[in-house]
């Protein structure tokens, strides 16, 4: 049995099919765009060219998966991108209209608590904290024993930090310094301070991006865990942008080339509150978790 997931994400917008049969899981089909609809943000609300943009983009993928699944196996759902606008209504409304899905638009816990979900499909989560770093959100999950224990969504993000600090495609030594001001003052905000956590487990396109890089500058072996000192060292290599280290990055991940960098930083500043040593990419994340949890849950 096939289903298709759409997660309609502040700078992506991705399509999954999943294939599920005798109680295993395959993914049959993937496709992204970078849609960046958080560019398409002002004044916390989502204009209608952005919400066109994101309709425009969930029919494509939608008739892609129709070759696959039946209409009603399509699934979509929205996380930031829709959940932090403060035209989320009227935007729900319009891509009910134009695309014939009806999304569901994930609370800041909940988006945590499925991609922990789903980050335990690829990689072993025992104890540690999850990090998934997004467009316009970033979640955070202590676990226990396999267990979660606390949770946090945080309304800051790689491309929303971007927009909101950097005039150029690198940011400079104050543009630098005031991401990770805003990124410590939301840090601050959780009132986890007293947490120290060895692991991190990392979920979403831009911890995936931050592992290439650091395979590609420090040769390091893909699957293994990350030194979580090399997340230092890669920001120090990228802030020259006439640099031969920028050019190497840009080849390696053209479509995050604006936004990695305030990624790396909120990286940087999560790893330094809570002392982690070293870092675990999943190859799975949210949308797996959705899939495991809210569709085949649903069945």
């Given at each position: ?6 997660d ?13 049969e ?36 969930v ?12 209409p ?6 929205a ?6 606008v403060?035209?989320?209504k ?18 800041g ?17 025992d104890?540690g904290?999850?990090?998934?770093i ?54 601050s905000m ?12 990392g ?20 699957k ?15 802030k ?25 930083i909120?990286l ?18 949210l949308?797996d ?8 849950k649903?069945?």
């Open positions: 049995m096939n289903h298709a997931v759409i309609l994400g502040s700078n992506t917008i991705h399509l999954l099919v999943f294939g599920f005798d109680g295993r899981v395959t993914k049959v089909l993937s496709e992204k765009d970078v849609t960046g609809l958080a560019g398409y943000i002002k004044d916390g609300v989502l204009n209608i060219d952005g919400i066109m943009k994101a309709c425009e983009i029919n494509i993928f939608r008739q892609h998966a129709l070759e696959i699944v039946a009603s196996d399509i699934h979509l759902f996380t930031a991108s829709l959940r932090n403060k035209n989320s009227e935007a729900v409304d319009i891509i009910m209209k134009e695309t014939s899905l009806v999304p569901d638009v994930l609370e816990e909940e988006e945590g608590r499925l991609g922990f979900i789903g980050a335990k499909m690829s990689v072993e989560c104890d904290i999850l990090v998934d997004g467009g316009a959100s970033t979640e955070l999950v202590v676990f226990k024993n396999g267990k979660i224990k606390k949770i946090a969504s945080m309304p800051i993000g790689s491309l929303l930090l971007y927009m909101r600090h950097v005039n150029d495609a690198v940011p400079n030594g104050d543009e630098r310094e005031d991401i990770e001001n805003d990124a410590d003052e939301h840090l959780i009132g986890w301070d007293d947490i120290r956590i060895k692991r991190m487990v979920i979403g396109g831009t911890l995936r991006a931050v592992q290439k890089l650091i395979r590609v500058f420090f040769d390091v072996d893909e293994g865990d990350i030194d979580a000192g090399l997340i230092k060292e890669l920001i120090k290599m990228l020259d942008r006439d640099g031969d280290a920028y050019r190497k990055m840009c080849d390696t991940i053209p479509e995050r080339a604006k936004t990695i960098f305030p990624g790396l909120i940087k500043q999560v790893i330094r509150r809570f002392g982690c040593d070293t870092v675990t990419i999943s190859r799975s994340g949308r978790g959705y899939f495991w949890n809210r569709v085949l649903n069945e």
